[in-house]
């Protein structure tokens, strides 16, 4: 039986943003969604890609599931379980006009699965497609949001982040209120908590940058203009006054140490350490957070020249939500607090988007950075930067009036600290911490 896997060009002007061909070129990861369907196809189906009408209309003559790349299922067992009853069943299956079968012997019946929502997501909005490229489709539980109309429903048992995070959203200073996201109607359960938000049809920055295989999309001319629109929030962030604040030693120093601990403490650590010691010119993960500290001590002075301001608190490219064509963005998923709003080192929100931009977070984060190996058995990451991306970076946090190395010392300290948050998937911890070496040595030697 064939598995027809319908992907055209895209047409639909809203979705060209993506700069890919078609939906089933878009990536998750390092696979396609047309590689990922393609491997979890069970082998009782022969594999066909269909780019036309034509050439689809011939093989709905033959015993075939036809599947359309803007469908994707929401979890991979069912999916699995769904392909096995179309393989056995001698009736036609259809659900809606995206999925079918068709038999060899013909037949007035139809099993129609429309309705199960629990099946499939269709990819008509860019919403959509960031649902699926966040939440990892294929994976064994599809995290489904709850979106309904012009809201998008978010929920998590931690109480207290969602907590935070409403308090932060909704006492966003007015000079910059049109930069986030409206939120609305705070719920606590006894399982967790959530708040509604207005829904855009955009993607963040993170997956603009990312989908694409290869080099980043976000670069020469857009990196310049996405800049350009981020700057204009920052520089309206300066002039907000607030009272409470945290300092450049707590979030780089104490912090990281927090962290550090934390770290040693996970099963993975002596693993780590060995193959630090193995392929770096360090001794093991002891020695880098050392060399680490001793640097931001010695630099300390510098960093605290720079003022505290009204910050985002996570500034990174996927708490960015972007148009192009507008030129557009909406903030979410602050750092948030509990009580009064806080102000952050100017460098903190700027070190976030450094490790998006120059430091490859994004693409670590998607599983898209592999570790390659010198013929003396040092490591590295794949991760390369231009130097006119480098450069137009600089530029811009000149017009700040902030140094780059400045940025990127605070920048080498989230990548440090950011490691125990990931221990749930030992190879990205590993490839955090060659990349935390690569800026540390970088730092060193400037």
Not at 154 to 183: C, R
Not at 293 to 320: E, R, W
Not at 367 to 382: E, H, I, N, P
Not at 402 to 419: G, I, K, N, P, Y
């Amino acid at each position: 039986m064939y598995f027809v896997y319908y992907n055209p060009p895209i047409l639909k002007d809203v979705l060209n943003i993506l700069g890919v061909p078609s939906m089933g070129d878009v990536h998750i990861g390092k696979l396609s969604l047309r590689d990922t369907m393609r491997q979890y196809v069970p082998t009782a189906f022969e594999f066909v890609e269909v780019v036309d009408t034509e050439t689809l209309s011939q093989y709905e003559k033959k015993r075939a599931l036809i599947w359309n790349a803007s469908v994707v299922p929401k979890n991979r067992n069912t999916f699995e379980l769904f392909c096995k009853k179309i393989l056995y069943s001698h009736i036609p299956v259809r659900y809606q006009s995206f999925i079918y079968s068709t038999t060899d012997t013909p037949s007035d019946a139809v099993v129609d699965v429309s309705n199960d929502k629990d099946l499939f997501l269709i990819m008509e909005t860019l919403t959509d497609i960031s649902r699926v490229i966040h939440y990892n489709i294929m994976s064994r539980h599809f995290n489904d949001l709850q979106i309904a109309g012009d809201s998008m429903r978010k929920y998590s048992t931690d109480k207290a982040k969602i907590w935070a995070e409403y308090t932060y959203l909704s006492n966003v200073p007015a000079p910059v209120q049109d930069y986030f996201v409206p939120v609305s109607k705070l719920i606590e359960t006894d399982d967790g908590a959530s708040y509604d938000m207005v829904k855009y049809d955009m993607l963040d920055v993170a997956i603009l940058h990312t989908t694409k295989d290869g080099a980043p999309n976000m670069s020469g001319e857009n990196l310049r203009l996405l800049l350009k629109i981020i700057g204009h929030y920052l520089e309206q962030s300066r002039e907000i006054q607030l009272k409470s604040h945290q300092t450049i030693h707590d979030l780089v120093i104490t912090k990281t140490q927090a962290r550090l601990q934390q770290l040693q403490a996970w099963s993975g650590y002596a693993s780590l350490n060995d193959f630090v010691a193995r392929h770096t010119d360090f001794d093991g993960l002891d020695a880098v957070y050392d060399a680490f500290f001793d640097l931001a001590h010695t630099h300390m002075k510098s960093l605290q020249s720079y003022p505290n301001v009204f910050s985002h608190g996570d500034l990174c490219f996927s708490n960015i939500l972007y148009h192009p064509p507008s030129g557009v963005i909406k903030l979410i998923d602050p750092r948030g607090y509990t009580q009064d709003l806080k102000s952050l080192p100017q460098l903190y929100d700027l070190a976030k988007l450094s490790h998006s931009i120059l430091g490859g977070y994004d693409f670590i984060n998607m599983g898209k950075t592999t570790l390659v190996f010198d013929a003396d058995m040092r490591v590295a990451t794949d991760i390369q930067n231009t130097d006119e991306d480098t450069e137009i970076f600089r530029t811009f946090l000149a017009d700040l009036s902030v140094d780059l190395d400045a940025v990127r010392l605070v920048e080498t300290a989230l990548f440090l600290s950011m490691l125990p948050l990931h221990t749930e998937n030992t190879q990205k911890v590993f490839v955090l911490a060659i990349r935390a070496i690569e800026l540390l040595q970088d730092r060193i030697g400037s």
